[in-house]
């Protein structure tokens, strides 16, 4: 499949705790997006990632960090975890800088206990 | 700033009733929109884009810049349209802010 692929699917974990969600983006595509789906909120943006530097940056908190590496897969780290972070944590990549089409992954589901 | 606004968390229509998706944007700029779609158990994808101005699956969408809307429309619903519908803007050439979501339900 060279679709976005998105690990793990399922996640629990304690309060407290610290988590790394990895996404492979689609074969040729340069940028990473990740976004958080929390009941009631919709997709908010997090960061994205373009060739392997930050481009742009959205409501992500000072706990949570991203990077992209030379490979273009993405890993986005979760610490000193809330249970407010329970939520589906979505990876889309597309070709360009600039967000055109998003493809995205199945998503990463977090729950925190 | 920019925001996407979905008024509808659910749509419920019979089959062969006509659809409308409402969405409101706010945007300084000239705005770039879009709609995704997701079907039960598939991923999250690109149904159409206001810049191609196409039909797809019999979706249409209008920018609306005099009401800042970008609604989604069709004159009939199938029961495979069954699916959770997102307004999305392009913010400054980066990212892609979402609206909530509404779920389109269509029955027989």
């Known amino acids: 499949d060279s679709g976005v692929t998105q690990t793990p699917k399922h996640l629990i974990t304690a309060t407290g705790q610290r988590v790394t969600l990895r996404c492979s983006p689609r074969?040729?595509?340069?940028?990473v997006y990740w976004y958080q789906q929390s009941l009631d909120q919709g997709l908010q943006f997090l960061i994205q990632y373009y060739n392997g530097e930050e481009r742009a940056k959205g409501n992500i908190l000072e706990r949570f960090s991203a990077q992209q590496f030379p490979d273009l897969h993405s890993e986005l780290n979760l610490s000193s975890l809330e249970l407010g972070d329970s939520a589906l944590y979505f990876c889309?990549?597309?070709?360009?800088?600039?967000?055109?089409?998003?493809?995205f992954g199945e998503g990463s589901r977090l729950t925190v206990l | 700033a920019q925001r996407v606004t979905q008024p509808e968390k659910l749509l419920s229509v019979f089959k062969g009733a006509p659809v409308e998706l409402k969405c409101n944007y706010s945007?300084?700029?000239?705005?770039?929109l879009f709609w995704y779609v997701q079907y039960s158990r598939q991923r999250l994808q690109l149904l159409l884009r206001?810049?191609s101005r196409e039909s797809i699956k019999g979706f249409t969408a209008d920018l609306n810049k005099g009401e800042t809307s970008f609604h989604l429309k069709k004159p009939f619903a199938q029961e495979e349209d069954s699916a959770m519908y997102y307004c999305?803007?392009?913010?400054?050439?980066?990212?892609?802010?979402f609206g909530k979501g509404t779920t389109l339900s269509v029955s027989s």
């Open positions: 999305a803007l392009d913010q400054a050439g980066t990212a892609l802010i």
């Open positions: 206001h810049i």
């Open positions: 945007y300084s700029g000239s705005p770039e």
């Open positions: 074969s040729g595509d340069l940028s």
């Open positions: 889309a990549s597309s070709e360009t800088g600039g967000p055109g089409e998003l493809f």
